[in-house]
């Protein structure tokens, strides 16, 4: 092979490595036009999400989702009348789950935190890709039951790989599917889209399905009410301080009278 030749092959592989990122984005800029356009998803400074949770067993769970920028999140779920929270401060995360028999607030470990990070952020895995660190690429076109879908990669900063789904004639994110490791374990999971609905100018999944490979059942969350800007405080995201627990207290006995000696 000649130098011209292999300078020429060297070329035409980053025109197609380019142009495969161009796509990429292109697809990108359609799927945020679609949902309501990226200026209108930036005003957007906090969430507030209510809805149910149906567990594969059918056992139903009423949540709250607060979110606020930047990065901060907080979910509330009650489980047979007991309430659970899961939330990230914006730098650490912690929870309270006393179905668990934890009824005082616990600091997450520093993985779980970093997820919780990831779930915090307002604007999902693609707008701004390039900012926190995470690459795009266009892995190809597929069939995702009868509907054609482009099929995005998506690494993060962590290293975790998540492929991204999205519809190639509305352009609106229909599955996502990726592997990570929770206290050492790889979990692979996928999370279904539907129910797509307007809320204040902008379009969001009113139905989300999650399933984890290799356990029963799957869990689907059901939206009945999205508010946008609601005006969430900072204190609702920060892990307040555990219960302090009053020592003991000892049984008072009641006073008996000393007995009187016998009269003679």
């Given amino acids: 092979m000649t130098r011209k030749t292999f300078a020429w092959l060297l070329a035409a ?16 800029a359609k799927h945020e ?10 005003a957007v400074q ?10 594969g067993q059918g056992m139903e769970a009423p949540f709250t989702m607060e979110m606020a920028r930047p990065d901060k999140m907080r979910m509330e779920f009650t489980v047979q009348g007991m309430t659970g929270v899961q939330a990230f401060d914006g730098k650490t995360g912690w ?18 935190s970093k997820k919780m990070q990831e779930q915090g952020n307002m604007d999902g895995l693609l707008m701004d890709y390039k900012d926190f660190g ?7 076109k597929e ?5 054609p879908v482009y099929k995005l990669k998506v690494t993060q900063k962590s290293g975790d790989v998540v492929y991204i789904y999205i519809d190639a004639e509305n352009f609106m994110l229909l599955k996502q599917t990726g592997k990570t490791k929770v206290r050492g374990q790889e979990i692979e999971s996928e999370m279904i889209f539907g129910d797509f609905k307007p809320v204040d100018g902008l379009v969001f999944p009113h139905s989300i399905e999650q399933k984890v490979t290799g356990m029963p059942g799957g869990m689907v969350m059901t939206v009945s009410k999205i508010e946008l800007n609601p005006g969430v405080a900072d204190s609702r995201f920060t892990m307040p301080a555990a219960a302090e627990k009053k020592p003991a207290v000892p049984e008072k006995k009641p006073d008996v009278p000393p007995a009187k000696p016998p009269q003679q």
Avoid: C, H, N, Y
């Fill in 13 to 28: 592989g980053l025109i197609s490595a380019a142009a495969w990122a161009q796509t990429a984005d292109e697809i990108i």
């Fill in 33 to 42: 036009k679609a949902m309501g356009g990226k200026d209108k998803i930036k």
């Fill in 143 to 147: 069939d995702l039951e009868g509907t």
């Fill in 134 to 140: 995470r690459t795009v690429e266009l892995v190809g």
């Fill in 46 to 55: 906090s969430e507030r999400v209510t809805g149910k949770m149906v567990m």
């Fill in 95 to 112: 929870s309270v789950m006393p179905f668990m028999g934890k009824t005082d607030p616990e600091a997450a470990p520093e993985e779980e």
